[in-house]
């Protein structure tokens, strides 16, 4: 089982629509997670972060984190054609773990 | 501007050439990486420094060499790559916090084309 598991996609919804990204992890010591979204031929950009369970809202944006299911989720309200991107998610543990990212899911949002 | 800048944002160079990748961040963090993104798979992360000393090494070939002078440089020395070598090679940067690696910041990458 990879460590962090994410739908590739990709994902094409309406403008206006609400889109639900996902990954799924199996490692319990992960706590901090992080949704990066990433434009074509750029480097990822840090879009959410949340430490342990729990929701956090900022914005058309809506992080949630179930560590007893593990399972996290980003929500996107009202897409815009500029979210068309790809979403990664991130998580990490303690120690010298770095982030372990998920695969990425490329969004398109058509106006 | 995520204040972890690369240079140079393209390069192509061939098979028998030495050239290096440079990453700067601004941010006071003391933990810089490589990563390498290749179409259609997920980062691969290639080195990580921790406080200027290399804690991690993914069985990377040793056709890359990282070298970390400093906790705000970072260095990517090539040589004799090969084509598949061809990639964004990305930089980002943290803060361990609490024995912890907190959220991390990238640059914007050196697109790379091995010839």
């Known amino acids: 089982q990879k460590e962090v598991e994410q739908d590739p996609g990709p994902l094409s919804v309406p403008e206006g629509a609400i889109v639900s990204l996902n990954c799924t992890y199996s490692n319990s010591a992960f706590q901090y997670f992080m949704w990066y979204r990433q434009y074509s031929r750029k480097g990822p950009e840090l879009l959410m972060y949340t430490y342990s369970s729990g929701n956090k809202e900022d914005g058309r944006f809506t992080a949630q984190v179930d560590k007893s299911s593990k399972y996290i989720s980003l929500f996107i309200r009202d897409s815009q054609p500029s979210d068309s991107a790809t979403y990664l998610c991130a998580m990490s543990g303690t120690g010298n773990t770095p982030l372990v990212f998920g695969k990425g899911t490329r969004l398109s949002v058509i106006a | 501007e995520t204040g972890v800048t690369q240079t140079p944002r393209h390069l192509v160079m061939g098979m028998t050439n030495k050239k290096s990748l440079k990453c700067e961040q601004h941010?006071?963090?003391?933990?810089m990486y490589w990563y390498k993104q290749s179409a259609k798979k997920p980062l691969e992360l290639m080195f990580v420094y921790s406080l200027e000393e290399r804690v991690e090494n993914n069985s990377v070939p040793s056709r890359f060499s990282p070298e970390c002078p400093n906790s705000s440089h970072l260095f990517l020395h090539l040589h004799t790559l090969q084509p598949e070598d061809s990639a964004l090679y990305l930089c980002?940067?943290?803060?361990?916090?609490?024995?912890?690696?907190?959220?991390?910041?990238f640059g914007q990458g050196t697109r790379l084309t091995v010839v």
């Open positions: 941010l006071g963090h003391n933990a």
């Open positions: 980002a940067s943290s803060r361990k916090k609490g024995g912890s690696n907190t959220e991390a910041f």
